[in-house]
């Protein structure tokens, strides 16, 4: 069920599946780990399967989760996370830098967490279900994460080293960083998300003749108009030529536009023909950063 959300809603849900019985061969100690720093939400036990969405817990019943996703959809968030980095075959070694912009008119305090996730792994579970996504590898540096302060329209930044270990297949690796309040919601068993965000290890490959520079400047994305009722322009910009991917997902998940070519300096892209009504959200992938954000047409 969770793989299906996921793939309906590719851009808008960022899974971290916690595999919790050491006996399983995808277990993960922090995984587990970071599962009982929720207090015991059954009847004040831990039980599997359990969902929690944007950090509150919606239980076991699988036919309610994609109805608990679809809700959060639309509510709006004032949090926007931007990653870069770099990955080296070679040695699988790598790091991973995230920024995180408050946009609110308060403080925030959040937690924020990194964690690699694995595609495809091969296990035949209690359940019957032999393959299994978005699998909890590793919390970096561990399920404590960073806890960051960020004032009113502000922006802070987590970066971490990462290693990809032997018996990971890199293609299939994702680095997933979410940021999470610090307070409990009581009663709920719940540290509610403001955001998550994903990069596919291999997009964020060293090529031969590039510098390995870790911090690589944020091709940050204007909207404008953001609401719009027409025609909307993206500008972003790169200080050195790079291939850029600007795609824009509707509420069902799939690519309602898509523009690739080159940038440098200043770029403008022109999406002339009008969106139906609704909450869109974009995607921009440039120097192997991606970065992501909602875009609202009115009638």
């Given at each position: ?171 299939r690796c994702k680095i997933v960083v979410y940021a999470q309040s610090t307070t409990i919601v009581p009663a709920d068993s719940s540290y509610p998300m403001y955001q998550g965000a994903q990069v596919a290890v291999m997009e964020l490959l060293v090529g031969v003749n ?63 023909e009008k969106l139906p009504s609704g909450i869109y959200l974009y995607r921009l992938t440039a120097s192997g950063v991606v970065q992501t954000g909602k875009l609202t047409i009115g009638e």
């Open positions: 069920m969770l793989d299906q959300i996921c793939y309906d809603y590719v851009g808008y849900v960022v899974a971290v599946e916690w595999h919790v019985g050491s006996s399983y061969p995808l277990y993960s100690a922090e995984g587990r780990a970071k599962w009982f720093m929720y207090p015991p939400p059954y009847q004040g036990a831990y039980a599997t399967p359990w969902l929690w969405v944007d950090g509150r817990q919606r239980g076991f019943n699988y036919y309610l989760w994609r109805s608990f996703v679809e809700a959060r959809l639309s509510e709006p968030t004032p949090v926007l996370i931007t990653l870069s980095g770099i990955y080296d075959q070679t040695s699988r070694n790598g790091t991973i830098k995230a920024w995180i912009q408050n946009d609110s008119t308060e403080a925030l305090t959040m937690r924020v967490s990194v964690v690699i996730t694995e595609d495809s792994c091969y296990y035949v579970g209690p359940n019957g279900d032999p393959w299994h996504n978005h699998v909890c590898r590793d919390y970096i540096p561990n399920q404590y994460g960073t806890v960051l302060t960020i004032p009113a329209g502000g922006v802070d930044s987590v970066e971490q080293p990462f290693t990809i270990a032997s018996n990971w297949n890199e293609e590039e510098q390995k520079s870790v911090v690589r400047p944020v091709p940050t994305v204007t909207v404008v108009p953001n609401p719009s009722r027409g025609k909307v322009e993206f500008r972003f910009t790169t200080p050195v030529e790079t291939g850029y991917r600007l795609e824009i997902y509707g509420t069902d998940g799939r690519v309602m536009k898509e523009f690739t070519g080159r940038a440098k300096g200043e770029t403008r892209v022109m999406l002339k």
